[in-house]
């Protein structure tokens, strides 16, 4: 957890164990991936699915396959689908960190990254549903966690009217949330309704850091142009392309929302000629 690999694999050394064989592929990916050694990072992910596929976090690593090499992921969706179905019933799931509606959220993820989007519509749904129950469970009047994939399952599942009252709700709790203000911004920027999306992307962009920032830079920046603000959003681009170092390896995320950026500052370009 603190990004001492070299030490843990060390510690592990020699053991053979299930447990210490599952630790040291998971830092052998982790530490890779870091380091911009893309090949060991995948190959370290592919023998944890080899290896253990009745682990709880069965799902996590394939999704994650999905997102990077989807074609050899599209044909465990069978085992993966074995695996939430499983492990959603499953009495010992919450001491292993999950919730059902966890496993569901990592397979409508998959679905979405191999192409299948009327299947991850419905899983999105059944993903709604799921938090919607572990909702329920808190004392809190507007619970937080719970919400957090709950209202993006919501819009993904085409429910939008619900996401946005849910959104309404939220941010009224929680206004500083980057999430909720995050992704509210994208329903109403789907509905057609820029210049009222248009303060919640700046209150994301403002409370987001990372690859959060990056991804709420992009969509204030979209919405500028929506607008008619073309150098407004060239200045929001170029800003965020100057102060953020690009990574070691096109293997992450980070690389990708850079990417979307550039593109979209092409795109700023272009209609500031037009």
């Known amino acids: 957890?603190?990004?001492?690999?070299?030490?843990?694999?060390?510690?592990?050394?020699?053991?053979?164990?299930?447990?210490?064989?599952?630790?040291?592929l998971e830092t052998r990916r982790e530490k890779d991936r870091l380091s911009?050694?893309?090949?060991?990072?995948l190959a370290a992910l592919r023998e944890l699915i080899?290896?253990?596929?009745?682990?709880?976090?069965?799902?996590?690593?394939v999704e994650e396959l999905a997102e990077r090499d989807k074609e050899s992921a599209r044909p465990l969706e069978p085992s993966l689908r074995r695996s939430v179905e499983r492990w959603g019933s499953d009495p010992g799931l919450g001491a292993a960190?999950?919730?059902?509606?966890?496993?569901?959220?990592?397979?409508?993820?998959?679905?979405?990254?191999?192409?299948?989007?009327?299947?991850?519509?419905?899983v999105w749904s059944r993903v709604a549903d799921a938090y919607a129950a572990q909702a329920a469970k808190s004392p809190l009047a507007v619970p937080r966690a719970a919400n957090f994939g709950r209202a993006e399952a919501l819009m993904k599942a085409g429910r939008s009217a619900e996401a946005e009252a849910l959104y309404r709700k939220?941010?009224?709790?929680?206004?500083?949330?980057?999430?909720?203000?995050?992704d509210y911004a994208w329903v109403l920027l789907d509905r057609g309704e820029a210049a009222r999306a248009y303060p919640y992307a700046v209150k994301a962009a403002e409370s987001g850091y990372g690859d959060n920032w990056l991804r709420a830079v992009r969509l204030k920046a979209e919405i500028e142009l929506k607008l008619g603000r073309a150098s407004d959003a060239a200045r929001t681009i170029d800003s965020a392309l100057a102060e953020t170092v690009p990574p070691k390896t096109t293997e992450v995320r980070t690389d990708r929302y850079l990417e979307e950026l550039r593109a979209l500052r092409r795109k700023v370009a272009d209609a500031a000629k037009g």
């Not at 911009?36 to 990072?41: N, T, V």
């Not at 999950?98 to 959220?105: A, E, H, T, V």
């Not at 979405?112 to 419905?122: L, N, Q, R, S, V």
């Not at 939220?170 to 995050?182: G, I, K, R, S």
């Open 170 to 182: 939220l941010l009224a709790a929680y206004p500083d949330e980057f999430t909720f203000n995050y």
């Open 50 to 61: 080899r290896s253990f596929p009745d682990d709880a976090e069965y799902s996590d690593w």
């Open 36 to 41: 911009g050694d893309a090949a060991d990072s």
């Open 97 to 122: 960190g999950y919730d059902p509606g966890d496993l569901l959220y990592n397979l409508a993820s998959f679905l979405d990254d191999i192409g299948e989007t009327k299947a991850a519509k419905e």
């Open 1 to 24: 957890d603190r990004g001492e690999f070299d030490r843990a694999l060390a510690l592990l050394k020699g053991l053979e164990t299930p447990e210490a064989r599952k630790l040291r």
